[in-house]
């Protein structure tokens, strides 16, 4: 055992009126380190640290308690998990701290789990007056308790630390906090009441985190002057109190009601989640998730667990039961149930990023109220009084360019409020800008640059690829309408619309369904309007948030599933309107078309899903140039992947190109980036766009495995 004794040799002699104003270490060794802080108070405050903490930057169990009540303090602290204060290091450390407590004229000893074990086993070393134990342990020992009431015996080492609490560590006056409807806190409890002369106080639905109500300002200092008066029903009484006052309480109830009234479980986790410290909420989080999935309610657990990671994302039992949820829905592959940590990151998105990620279709919806509820401004055409989806249609096929002609703009007034009118699309929305003691020209002015503004902002949201399109009407869409719709994003990244949904027994409120690519069903209570069909219901903000974390986790999952390399030989890419096309286009490409997609300007970059591993790869693709002879005969073509050329050519006619691809560019890669030079892009008489060549489809496939 390393000893190093670090005190003051003049704070040793006697007591200080003025000693050390910041935390110094007096003793540590390899197990153990033992911080001070002198604040000059009558009474001493010892703190022994639960099995999380761990000795680092002067820190120690409640010293934030003891400076708002101006107690000095010393802290032991563990040097590693689960050591619970080995004897021969505690009695090593009293050359130290005996100068130190004789100094004072009280010493309260006060600790929680592994502390409430350490602060009561060695209570009579340290002859505390006071001894205030929380949900501690009796033993860890195995031997000493059955299987189903033994605290982490894997940290028990014989005769070092983790033995039974005896008579021998009495000292003083002795209270232990507990909660009794806890089987494993209550077991631990009455054990070490029925060896120490201690007086149990109850605290129901707290779990194993009663010490939070104690820790709350002026809490323990009132706790301690009930305790010094020795009033029994006053303790009880004001315990009772805090209790009911704290959100301890409410993450009890919601456990205990998880498995048989869940619906009021999740009512206490979203009424009281919120207030929680996140080690309590996380804890409610995974218990009632695991209640949820049980019950057939993966919806909410996903969203729930996305809450957890929110505020922590790298918890990882939020991260490992999210993966069992994205599993259970065929959203991730049991190979691969670990998602990296960027997708983890994603998944625990703030409220306000969150709802960012959805952009509305649909005029004057709940979407855009939910929005606003957590402050961010109404997202797409939520905020529009009037935008027919017949209309937006057609203002997409064109990028809304026609949109910005001053011509097609004007300002109109509705009961006294100003509103941009976009009259050929239809388009309405209040107006942005004060219009008062303006002329005609003025207000005309400031609306032409609103509307370049709003469209700009909707075109930034269409090509966001992470964004979620979501389309709320109050009647069904007819399917040839819904099909028009879909070819007409396919021109933009954001391909992925969300159809919302009145709940149904089967599918309850919160509900996601993933129908092909880049098609979502959400469900939730009151999706269409009041029965006049004038106006939708005030939006349940809880129950949207749930709604929009659950989509973004399918969308996230489907995303992650499209990058990582699955056991396939090939790869299969068909461009134009109705092709199933995998790849993801960046720069360098016009809009899809009837059957292909030109490659436009002097270069074109894609990427497309990883293979298995092969010695060598073909690349083949069918494609045609744009040709103005004798001008332009051809096209010169020259093909990258990965980085580096593999194929230099010229095309003089539609074809199909065949190159041979090395396996170390395309072995072990999730997903392969190919970049097409074409430095003789033309552009036609009818047409602005320099054109290269029209790809009809690509293949990527492998030619000899390897192993």
Known sequence: MNVELAFPPDLRRHRRTVGPAEPVVVFETDEIEIIYVDRGSDDLLLTFSPLQMIAGDLRFFADGMASRAGLSALGIVNKDYGNYFPAAHMDAAMEVLQPILDSYAERIGFGHSMGAYGVLKYACLLNLDYTIGISPAYSINPADLPEQFRWFPQYYRDGIAGDRITPACASGRMWLIHDPLYAIDRTHAELT??????????????????????????????FLTLCRAGDARAIDTFVEQQRRAGAVRAHGIAIALADRHLPWAMAIYHRHGPEMQTAQFADMTFRLARAAIDQGHTAWALAALQNVLARDPTMDAARQLISEVLISGDLLSPERPVLPDRVYQELGLPDADLVRRFVSLTADCPLGRVQQAVGVPPQGVSFFVCAPLAQQVRAMRDRYEDLFDPAHIEMTEDNGTPYVWIKDYEFAYPADFGVAGLDHAAQHALACDSVATVIGDLLDALDDSNRILVLQQPEPLPADELIDLRITLARFPATVLMLIRDSQPAYPSGTVLALGDGLLVGYIDHATPDNDGAAWRDPEVTAWLLLLRTAHAVHVARLHARHTPQERARIDVVFGLTGLNIGE?????????????????????????????????????????????????SQSLRIWVGGEIICTTSVAYRQKIRCAVPGRLVNGQAMIELAFDHPDAIAPQTDDRRLALAFYNLSLLAEERQG
């Open 585 to 633: 286009v960046g720069d360098g490409w016009s809009g899809p078309e009837d059957g292909f997609r030109w490659a436009i300007d002097d270069r074109s970059i894609m990427t497309i899903p990883g293979l298995n591993n092969a010695d060598s790869y073909v690349l083949e693709m069918d494609v045609h140039p744009c040709i103005m002879p004798p001008t332009v005969p």
């Open 193 to 222: 009441a029925g060896v120490l002369p201690l007086t149990l106080v109850r605290m129901p639905y707290t779990r194993h985190f009663a010490y939070r109500h104690c820790l709350r300002a002026g809490v323990f200092e009132a």
